[in-house]
């Protein structure tokens, strides 16, 4: 778990594991930042790349679940969204694979047989501890498929509902949604003019 992004001039002094997990890494690390001789000393969390899904239906509804997020010891209303499982740099393809997986587990939803992934670039989730990169896509058409939802034995989903886009705005003006993912992605999609 590397930054895959890094400017040129960062020099790591020092790099210490003090937590790891397969889901994420902790270090203590020493760092001299360019333009600046002093050393930084820092706790990072280094986490897998990971992809988030905004699904659309043919009638232009979003897909949404509502998840159990145990830090925050809460329901949360979000889009799907799920780490990358390989380790090597993630392709375009492997990426787009790993969404079109995260969306059938958690949503039950599949892309309709004229449906396609449309990349919407990256983001960092909360870049002053993680170097967690998401990866924002919009799935479009999707349909129900006959299998259901299948989510991760790690994971409990409540529920899986379509919202308008004027009932999702509404939902975020009210601060019912509040998952970061989910706001990159509409954000993302309301810049692009992909949305209304």
């Known amino acids: 778990m590397v930054n895959p992004d890094p400017q040129p001039g960062w020099e790591v002094v020092s790099s210490e594991p003090v937590y790891q997990s397969p889901y994420l890494e902790v270090r203590s690390e020493a760092v ?6 002093r050393v930084r000393k820092w706790i990072t969390v280094r986490r897998k790349q990971a992809v988030v899904v905004a699904p659309m239906t043919a009638s232009g509804n979003f897909v949404l679940i509502r998840q159990a997020r145990i830090p925050v010891r809460q329901l949360s209303w979000e889009f799907p969204a799920g780490q990358f499982d390989g380790e090597a740099e993630p392709t375009l393809e492997s990426l787009q694979e790993t969404a079109v997986r995260e969306l059938a587990e958690e949503t039950g939803y599949t892309l309709a ?73 509409f954000a993302r999609l309301t810049a692009k003019g992909l949305i209304g």
């Open 113 to 185: 047989g004229d449906g396609a992934l449309l990349p919407l670039g990256h983001f960092y989730s909360s870049h002053g501890f993680t170097d967690e990169k998401q990866h924002l896509f919009v799935a479009r058409p999707v349909r129900l498929s006959r299998a259901g939802r299948r989510p991760d034995e790690t994971e409990f989903i409540a529920e899986t509902r379509e919202f308008s886009l004027g009932e999702l705005r509404q939902m975020i003006a009210e601060n019912i949604i509040q998952d970061a993912n989910t706001l990159a992605v």
């Open 32 to 37: 001299r930042v360019p333009g600046d001789g």
